[in-house]
């Protein structure tokens, strides 16, 4: 696959064994960096808040995937295991300008802050059953499987109408959506059978609504126009896959941020520093989303003293934006709670594409630790934090596992 004459690439870990490490890399390659995906895929990385801020709000960078010279080349295998995340359907994600903000209104009008907040209390219902079935004396349990995970799955399966029972299988099949480990047997599989069961819930609320938003996307009209299914569809798989997986890397990283640094832990825990913090905190410093996929220039675009040239791809490295130090000042590689926020972080983008699910995900967050710590005020990792393992995922800061002591 062409990567450009000349041109020296940072090659992404599959494995994701050092993120910190990587992402330093791309920093000090400046702000654009030549990098390379995994399956040998040549894109561009923006690595600085500055220009990323300035690339995610340009016209001349585009989803269309049919811009990019090696898809339309046929350089870019229909097994390749990111596929699903660089050509996951039409839906907001995918289109800009008119058809965005056509899509865009209409999710709005089902994904209110209401609906939002109107979940509280269920989250908070969720969070305590989760925490009652904890062992009672407390002990080793892996926490990411026992409540990071299953929660922000209850909550998104709740809110969009997805039958409980599909919640195994989800979990599989997003696994292997996300993984850079997938067999390349199993990519169309994973995603045929994905949007199977979004296209059977979409099915089942059209022949009978409730009130979920799944009913409400069917339902939105702006000036008479409605989302097609195919749309809802790919809008379903895009805010379950988003909802849950940047929720539960949420939880975990500020669990792991706040057992390596006991003195902020105190903090909170004493009530000096708000819960608000620690999750701000989290998504900058440890960004649940390292690597966002992918847009395409239409035109040569310059950027510092690099340029991305006409039909090639760009990816949003957040794990680097995180610690700019131009953007962040020179104690941006520390964690710190306490930190004055002069440069808010844009973890969950910026401009037009900006997640639609962030207020939902920091709802989650906001509920799920503060009652987590009351429970269980001297919980702590059951191993050091060198042995926590990385899963094969290039676009989440996500772990396999976190075990961890629930009685400190």
């Known amino acids: 696959m062409t990567t450009g004459t000349g041109t020296s690439r940072i090659a992404l870990d599959p494995f994701v064994t050092d993120l910190d490490g990587e992402s330093a890399a791309l920093r000090a390659a400046g702000p654009l960096a030549a990098v390379e995906l995994p399956g040998g895929v040549p894109v561009w990385a923006v690595t600085r808040h500055a220009e990323a801020k300035a690339l995610l709000t340009d016209p001349r960078l585009v989803k269309d995937i049919n811009v990019w010279g090696a898809w339309r080349r046929g350089e870019i295998p229909a097994d390749w295991p990111l596929i699903g995340l660089a050509n996951p359907g039409r839906s907001m994600l995918t289109v800009d300008g008119a058809d965005h903000r056509r899509m865009r209104t209409l999710v709005a009008q089902a994904l209110t802050p209401r609906r939002v907040e109107l979940m509280r209390e269920r989250i908070e219902k969720l969070t305590q059953d989760l925490l009652d079935a904890l062992p009672d004396g ?63 819930t979409v099915a089942a609320k059209r022949a009978e609504p409730r009130d979920d938003l799944t009913s409400a996307l069917i339902l939105a009209s702006a000036d008479g126009d409605h989302l097609t299914d195919e749309e809802i569809v790919a809008t379903l798989q895009l805010m379950i896959a988003a909802g849950h997986e940047t929720t539960i890397s949420l939880i975990v990283n500020a669990v792991v941020n706040l057992s390596t640094h006991p003195d902020q832990r105190e903090l909170v825990l004493s009530g000096r520093v708000d819960w608000s913090a620690v999750v701000e905190e989290t998504l900058r410093w440890s960004t649940p989303t390292s690597h966002v996929l992918i847009r395409f220039a239409t035109e040569d675009v310059p950027v510092g003293d690099r340029v991305i040239p006409a039909g090639d791809a760009l990816i949003v490295s957040y794990g680097a934006l995180g610690r700019d130090e131009e953007a962040h000042g020179p104690s941006a590689g520390e964690f710190d709670v306490t930190r004055e926020v002069t440069n808010r972080h844009i973890s969950f983008g910026h401009g037009p594409h900006v997640c639609p699910g962030a207020a939902l995900s920091r709802l989650e967050a906001a509920v799920a630790l503060p009652a987590l710590y009351a429970r269980f005020p001297h919980l702590d990792l059951a191993v050091p934090a060198s042995e926590l393992r990385n899963k094969p995922v290039v676009t989440q800061n996500d772990l396999f596992e976190l075990p961890v002591r629930l009685n400190g």
Not at 178 to 191: G, I, K
């Open 138 to 200: 407390g002990g080793e349990v892996d926490l990411k499987a026992a409540f990071a995970y299953p929660l922000p799955m209850y909550v998104v399966a709740e809110l969009m109408g997805i039958d409980e029972s599909s919640l195994p299988r989800l979990k599989v099949l997003f696994e292997k959506f996300f993984s850079t480990q997938t067999p390349p047997a199993e990519v169309v599989a994973t995603l045929t059978e994905l949007a199977g069961i979004m296209a059977a």
